[in-house]
Antibody, heavy 125, light 108 residues
Framework: EVQLVESGGGLVKPGGSLRLSCAASGFTFSNFDLNWVRQAPGKGLEWVSY????????YYADSVKGRFTISRDNAKNSLYLQMNSLRAEDTAVYYC??????????????????WGQGTLVTVSS | DIQMTQSPSSLSASVGDRVTITCRASQSISTYLNWYQQKSGKAPNLLIYAASTLQSGVPSRFSGSGSGTDFTLTITNLQPEDFATYYC??????????FGQGTKLEIK
C-alpha cells in the first residue's frame, strides 16, 4: 500500500525556519517525482514545489522561491522541504504528493495520484 | 505562468441534481487537466485525469470534458457524499502545477 506521511510541522516565529519531511512506503521511491502542496486555513490548494526522481529538476512557486528548498534522499525514501524566512502567509497545511505520468493510446498526462495526510505549519509571534 | 479560473466559486444543489463546474486556463493546456475532490480536513482525492478519464474507483456519475482552455466537471444524480470542494489542476507546464481556486458544493 502506497503511503506518504508528513512530519515536522509546528509553530514558528516570523523569520524562522522549519524542515518538513515526507516518509514514503509501498512503492519504489526513487522512480517517482514528488511535490509539496499547501493549503492555508479556509483557502484553496497551492502547489509549492516539485522535485524529479533524480533530483536534477527542482521547481518552485513564485511565492516561496528563494526561501524554500526541496530535496530528497532516495536511500531513506524521504522527501524534504526546508523553509526559511517564514512569513505569516506561509501558515498552512503542507501535503506531499506523488506525480503519476502516463501515455496511453496517444494521450499523455500527469496527475497527483497519492497524497499524504498533511502537516500544519503555523507562523506566528 | 498559467492561471486557472474556476466557476462558480460556490454552488448550492440538492441530492439528485446535476451540476457542472467549469475551469478555464489562461493558455492552451491540451488535456493536461485534472479534477480533485476535497472533504473537510482531508487530503484531496483524484476524480478525473487527462480532462476526461475517470480515476479507478470513482463513481460513474462524475464526468469530465474539454480540451485547450475550457473544461467542465459534471456530477449527475448528486449524492450526499458529493458535497465537498472541487479543484481543477493543470499539469501542462513542467515548471508549475497550478490549481484553480476551488468550487464549494453545498447542500441546498
Amino acid at each position: 500500500e502506497v503511503q506518504l506521511v508528513e512530519s515536522g510541522g509546528g509553530l514558528v516565529k516570523p523569520g524562522g525556519s522549519l524542515r518538513l519531511s515526507c516518509a514514503a512506503s509501498g512503492f519504489t521511491f526513487s522512480n517517482f517525482d514528488l511535490n509539496w502542496v499547501r493549503q492555508a486555513p479556509g483557502k484553496g490548494l497551492e502547489w509549492v514545489s516539485y522535485i524529479s526522481s533524480s533530483t536534477y529538476h527542482k521547481y518552485y512557486a513564485d511565492s516561496v522561491k528563494g526561501r524554500f528548498t526541496i530535496s530528497r534522499d532516495n536511500a531513506k525514501n524521504s522527501l524534504y522541504l526546508q523553509m526559511n524566512s517564514l512569513r505569516a502567509e506561509d501558515t498552512a497545511v503542507y501535503y506531499c504528493a506523488r506525480d503519476w505520468r502516463f501515455c496511453d493510446n496517444g494521450v499523455c498526462g500527469l496527475h497527483f495520484d497519492y497524497w499524504g495526510q498533511g502537516t500544519l505549519v503555523t507562523v506566528s509571534s | 505562468d498559467i492561471q486557472m479560473t474556476q466557476s462558480p466559486s460556490s454552488l448550492s444543489a440538492s441530492v439528485g441534481d446535476r451540476v457542472t463546474i467549469t475551469c478555464r486556463a489562461s493558455q492552451s493546456i491540451s488535456t493536461y487537466l485534472n479534477w480533485y475532490q476535497q472533504k473537510s480536513g482531508k487530503a484531496p482525492n483524484l476524480l478525473i485525469y487527462a480532462a476526461s478519464t475517470l480515476q479507478s474507483g470513482v463513481p460513474s456519475r462524475f464526468s469530465g470534458s474539454g480540451s485547450g482552455t475550457d473544461f467542465t466537471l459534471t456530477i449527475t444524480n448528486l449524492q450526499p457524499e458529493d458535497f465537498a470542494t472541487y479543484y481543477c489542476q493543470q499539469t501542462y507546464s513542467s515548471l508549475e502545477r497550478t490549481f484553480g481556486q476551488g468550487t464549494k458544493l453545498e447542500i441546498k
